[in-house]
Every structure is written in C-alpha cells, then in structure tokens.
C-alpha cells in the first residue's frame, strides 16, 4: 500500500480518537462469553459485600471523577455521535457530566427502624445481587454511569448488554470504569460486559441462573421480553411526551422551553418534546414564538409528504435519521437550510404520524385544540398509555390537576422545557432509567436494592 499524505492523516486521526485518553488494560471488565462476563462479576458481588459502605461511596466517587476528566467527556460524546450517528456533541458532553455528578450514591441507603419492649428491628436495603442492564443506543455511555453509579452504590455488581451500534464505546467505558475501580482497590470485574453485544447474549443473559435482576432501558420489545423473564424484572420503555400550551400560559417563554427541550441532543431523550397541542386562541402566536427561537415552519403539502417519506417507515422512525440535526433533514429533502433553524414544526391533525410516532429527532409536529380540556384529552391519546413523560404551559391549577391526572406520566413537568423533569434545570436528581412500565419511576440506588429485616429480639431498646 502507498504511504500517502491522506493516509497518514487518517492513521493520525484514528490513534487520536482511540487514544483520546491513555490507553486502556485491555481485558478489565471484558468478557468473549456471557458466562464468563456473569461468572466474573458474580466473584466480584461476592467479594464487595465485604467491604465498608464508606469503601462504596469510594467506589461512586472513582466513577464520577473518570467521567468527568474532560477530555473522557469529549471522547464519549464525540464517540457517540460518530459511532451511534446520533445526537451532538455539546449536549451529550452535557448529559454525560450530569450523569457522573447528579446521580444518588450510597447516601440513598437509609435505614429504617422499630425499637419497643421487643428489641430493635430494622429495615436495610440490600443489593440484589448481579444484574443484567440492557441499555440504548440513544443515550449509551450516560446510561451506563447512571446505572454503574446506582447499581454499585446499592452494593451490587452489574453485566452491561449495550446496543450493537453502541459496542466499541461501551467497551472502551466499561474498560475504564473497571481501571479507575482497580486504582481504589475494588474487587476486580464489578462491572462487566461481553465483547461483542447482540441479541443472542442478551437473551442469554437474561436466562443466566446467576442474574438475579433484568434492567432494561429501551424500547417496548425489549421491555416485553426482560417482564417475561421470570426474574425481577425493571422496564424503562418509550415514550411520546405531549406538550400542551393553554391560553393562560406565558406564550413566548413556553415557546423557547419547547425549542429548547425539543432539540436537546437532537430529540433523543425519551423525555423530549415529541408533539405540542395548543389552544387554538394562542397557537397562532406560539407558532410565531416558536419560529422566533429557531423553528423553521413547513407549510407546503408536498414537502410535508417528502419528510413523512424520508423519516417514517412502517409507523417507525427510519434509524438513519434518529437523533439527526434540523439542518441534516432538510439537506436530506433537498433544501438548503436558512441560518439559525434548531427544528422543524409544522402544523397537523391528531392522527398524522408524526404525532402520533416516537420521531426522536427535531420534527416538532403542533396540533390546534378548540380548548384546554380537548388539548389534555388528546395529549392522553398521544401518550399511547406509556405513563413517561409529560409537560404543560399553564397558569390555570385545576388544568395543571386535569392533564396530570389523566396523564399519568412518571414525569409531568410544568412550565419549563422537558429537560427540567431529569433535574437539568428543575429540582431533583439525574436519571437515565425512567422505568414508567414496572412503576419504579426515575430509578436510583434504592430501586437496586432488596428490603430486608433484621430483628434483635428483647435488646438494644434503650429507651
Ligand atoms: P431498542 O429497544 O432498539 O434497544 C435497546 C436495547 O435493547 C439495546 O441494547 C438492544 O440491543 C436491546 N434489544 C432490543 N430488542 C431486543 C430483543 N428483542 N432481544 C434482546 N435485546 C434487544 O432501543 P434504542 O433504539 O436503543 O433506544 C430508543 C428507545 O428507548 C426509545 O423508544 C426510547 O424512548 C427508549 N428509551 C427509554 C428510556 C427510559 O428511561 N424510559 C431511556 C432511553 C431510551
């Protein structure tokens, strides 16, 4: 092969992105077999509930600080876009570091207690065990130190089965959690992984004797499957929040909330803004806000067509173009993008497909109710019964009460951008695991954990 200019500037390039960080011992936490990546972390289980709950929070921090080394940060958010295809770079910088800071640790572990005539019992959460975390392609490497963080602060060890398109990045994470753990002294193997992910092993996984709980973060298939496990199962599935606006809300502000929640990391969040359904008394103006904040508004029949063409197949959303900019679907129909355009919106009925489909990406569809009680009712039909996440601009209580509760949302944010409901600009801790099927909610440390009772009969009462 001829050594040309061009292909040392690739050879360079390649070492960069690999070498982003030092190099990784290759091997911490990696495992060619599902077994083997099971059997390890089950030692690893077993050596760490020897050690102090101190040592855990040792543990947490080692994690936090790796990822928030900010050329890792780079790395994975780079490395996402590039390998995923999906999202942009700020934003998943962002995401990762609120992931490594905002997740609960050890301090979840709160103890509770009986003391009478009878003695002293207590109620303290265990760790299950070894578990097997399935994790997305939408949020690969945030997920994986959100669930790493909770998982072993509640003292379990953990086999992570990441998505395919996902796989060399989650290698590279879970080779570097693995180190930084070696450096503080953890067992080895406490958090694992196979080297070529697929759906054979997860489904192996899933049937391991030695897995004792199923975290599955992704889509309604693979909810479904780890219910049907027949082990303690957590399902955090998809979801297509509604935005409803209402004459009482401040129009310009819910209008920038929206742009904002919606294009952050190109749609991908399951949290985002996926359709808005406003009072027909003020969705003029909100349209007109929106455009103000970088919507660009497609009103020609034939284009909307094109889109619907271009981004839907078989009532999902085409892969290549989850988590695609605005300005890359627009290039995708032949139009060149005007400056400034974060979104495309565009009016439509209830029922068109873009309202009605999980997009995950910045197509921001708005529908026209006559009033606020015809805009709740129809976000409830938008929500398909997933009970994720909801959002409504509004100043009128008794309409805030009538959306929430029949929503049902494990998350209802209220006059602020989606984003506000993960803790990213609202109260409240980060998560990457919003289990609405199995009722868990926003899981953290002591969703990882088994309540157990301990009961010291006729002591320890010093009363
Ligand atoms: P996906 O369902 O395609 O994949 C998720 C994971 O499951 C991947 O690791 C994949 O390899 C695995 N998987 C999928 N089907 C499987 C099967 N039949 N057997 C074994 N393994 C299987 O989802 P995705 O495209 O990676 O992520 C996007 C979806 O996830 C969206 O629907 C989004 O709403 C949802 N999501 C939910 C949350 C949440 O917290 N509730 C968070 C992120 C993403």
Known sequence: MEITAELIAQTVAKVMAAGATKPTASGMGIFEDVDSAVTAARKAYKEYLGCSLK?????????????????????????????????????KILKNRLAALLTPGVEELVTGAWSGDDGLTTIE???????????PTTNPTETIINNSIGMLAAGNAVVFSPHPRAKDLSIWLVTKINEAL?????????????????????????????????????????????????????????????????????????????????????????TSEKEVIAVDSICDLLIFNMQKHGALLLTDPEVLDR????????????????????????????ITPPPGIRCLIMEVELMHPFVQTELM????????????????????????????????HSTNVNSLTRMGKLLQTTIFVKNGPSFAGIGVGGEGYICFTIAGPTGEGLTSTSTFTRKRRCVLVGGLNVR
């Open 55 to 91: 040592f855990r929070g040792e543990v947490v921090q080692a994690i936090r600080d790796l990822a928030c080394v900010e050329e890792n940060l780079r790395y994975m958010a780079e490395q996402g876009v590039a390998q995923t295809g999906m999202g942009n770079v700020p934003d």
């Open 125 to 135: 959460l265990s760790p299950f065990g070894v578990i097997g975390a399935i994790t």
């Open 182 to 270: 070696d450096a503080v002294g953890a067992p080895a193997n406490l958090v694992t992984m196979v080297r070529e992910p697929s759906i054979e092993h997860t489904n192996e996984l899933m049937c391991h004797p030695e897995v004792n709980m199923l975290v599955a973060t992704g889509g309604p298939g693979i909810v479904k499957t780890v219910l049907s496990s027949g082990k303690k199962a957590i399902g955090a599935g998809a979801g297509n929040p509604p935005v409803v606006v209402d004459e009482t809300a401040n129009i310009e502000k819910a209008a920038k909330d929206i742009i904002d929640g919606c294009t952050f990391d190109n749609n991908l969040p399951c």
């Open 307 to 334: 889109l619907q063409e271009l981004v839907i197949k078989d009532g999902h959303p085409r892969t290549e173009w989850v988590g695609k900019s605005a300005n890359a679907i627009l290039e995708g129909l032949g």
């Open 361 to 392: 990406m910045p197509v921001l569809p708005v529908v026209r109710a006559k009033n606020v009680d015809e805009a709740i009712d129809w976000a409830v039909i938008c929500e398909h019964g997933n009970r994720h996440t909801g959002i409504m």
